[in-house]
């Protein structure tokens, strides 16, 4: 009596929509969300406080998949393993790369052996194929956010072309919000007179690190936490650059932070790209970084 129940309010909400539309993370939500409106019904993969390399679908996000129109893509881990299933299920639905036309960066340096990715509530995953060492985390930085969203419109319009002006005006809109976010985040950091660098956990700002002329000193090394003698050349290094916080993910232990942190004496601040509010986050890590409370 319970499934039908749920099967009957999945099927109800999915007739007030044009198109029915999956994500894989938050992030994406919030940028689909922006531009379809109420003309698109969205189911998220990957919950919140959930691996996006671990996760796995429940049988209620099976029955989205089966009925939804499209897929937005963009290359998380969990897409690798269960894209495939998903086209499997519903052979219609199309899938959409949202990281199309966005130019990849490499992870870090000491990472290119290994492509580092997240893993949202354990430890990070080492995986020696995945994005050929390729950074995934391509929303935190605005200019790939606009990209993603005319990604998100293009695929709008072809399926839904009568509500093409619905989703130019969305659009509009979104692209000026973004716009907005990053020139808050450009001034905040034009008040910078010292180091241009801050310090992370694990890399995953690398885009936003080069969309304004900074760089992150990652504090694990291939995945793993730092050695004593790693540790200490670490420190230097951040006491020689200034830094004025190490941001961790609410996903990794934070101990190694908080040593660096007593250290330095200087606050461990917790942000995660994996965010809804991604241009709240944007401003948040811009305003530790500038030394504004």
């Known amino acids: 009596m319970k499934k039908i129940l749920l099967i009957s309010l999945l099927s109800t909400s999915y007739i007030f929509s044009n198109i029915n539309a999956v994500v894989s993370i938050l992030p994406q939500r919030t940028f689909v969300k922006a531009i379809g409106g109420d003309k698109v019904n969205i189911a998220l993969m990957v919950q919140p406080g959930n691996s996006p390399h671990t996760y796995e679908p429940k049988p209620s996000q099976m029955i989205q998949i089966a009925k939804a129109d499209l897929y937005f893509a963009v290359d998380v881990e969990f897409e690798d393993v269960w894209l495939p299933k998903f086209k499997n299920l519903n052979s219609k639905m199309q899938v959409i790369d949202l990281s199309d036309k966005i130019t990849k960066i490499r992870m870090q340096?000491?990472?290119?052996?290994?492509?580092?990715?997240?893993?949202?509530?354990?430890?990070?995953?080492?995986?020696?194929?995945?994005?050929?060492?390729?950074?995934?985390?391509?929303?935190?930085?605005?200019?790939?956010?606009?990209?993603?969203?005319?990604?998100?419109?293009?695929?709008?319009?072809?399926?839904?072309?009568?509500?093409?002006?619905?989703?130019?005006?969305?659009?509009?809109?979104?692209?000026?919000?973004?716009?907005?976010?990053?020139?808050?985040?450009?001034?905040?950091?034009?008040?910078?007179?010292?180091?241009?660098?801050?310090?992370?956990?694990?890399?995953?700002?690398?885009?936003?690190?080069?969309?304004?002329?900074?760089?992150?000193?990652?504090?694990?090394?291939?995945?793993?936490?730092?050695?004593?003698?790693?540790?200490?050349?670490?420190?230097?290094?951040?006491?020689?650059?200034?830094?004025?916080?190490?941001?961790?993910?609410?996903?990794?232990?934070?101990?190694?932070?908080?040593?660096?942190?007593?250290?330095?004496?200087?606050?461990?601040?917790?942000v995660s790209p994996l965010s809804a509010n991604w241009s709240q986050t944007l401003i948040k890590i811009a305003n530790t970084i500038a030394g504004n409370k």
């Open 109 to 270: 340096k000491i990472e290119e052996k290994k492509c580092v990715s997240e893993d949202h509530v354990g430890h990070a995953h080492h995986d020696t194929h995945n994005h050929q060492g390729d950074d995934p985390h391509i929303w935190t930085a605005p200019s790939n956010v606009k990209i993603i969203a005319q990604n998100i419109y293009d695929a709008l319009i072809k399926n839904d072309a009568e509500n093409k002006d619905y989703y130019a005006k969305n659009l509009k809109i979104f692209l000026a919000s973004v716009d907005q976010t990053d020139k808050q985040v450009s001034h905040i950091l034009s008040t910078l007179k010292e180091s241009r660098r801050f310090m992370v956990f694990h890399p995953s700002w690398g885009y936003f690190a080069k969309a304004y002329n900074l760089e992150q000193i990652a504090v694990e090394i291939e995945g793993k936490e730092p050695k004593p003698k790693e540790l200490i050349n670490l420190l230097k290094k951040a006491k020689k650059e200034k830094v004025n916080a190490i941001f961790t993910q609410a996903e990794f232990s934070d101990t190694v932070a908080k040593i660096i942190a007593k250290e330095l004496q200087i606050p461990v601040v917790k």
